[in-house]
């Protein structure tokens, strides 16, 4: 019975880290969007370009985990 719970919470986890994925993912291609159409330069550009790098290393930390947890399965 342990095991069977244990699995579950390790799915469900799973499951909650994709749905973070996809709403994340949604993020950075608005931010993609934004910045493209506000034809951003200097100071703007740079900062977009941050904000979509952090966007793409929580999107990282979160498949890292993913993968962790996939690994104890």
Do not use: C, H, P
């Not at 993020?27 to 966007?55: H, P, R």
């Amino acid at each position: 019975m342990g095991d069977a719970q244990r699995l579950g919470r390790i799915n469900t986890r799973i499951l909650e880290i994709n749905a973070m994925i996809a709403v994340i993912t949604e993020q950075k291609y608005n931010v993609q969007f934004e910045m493209n159409e506000s034809n951003a330069q200097g100071d703007d550009f740079i900062d977009y370009i941050q904000e979509i790098a952090e966007l793409d290393q929580t999107i990282w930390d979160l498949k890292v985990e993913k993968q962790r947890l996939i690994d104890l399965i």
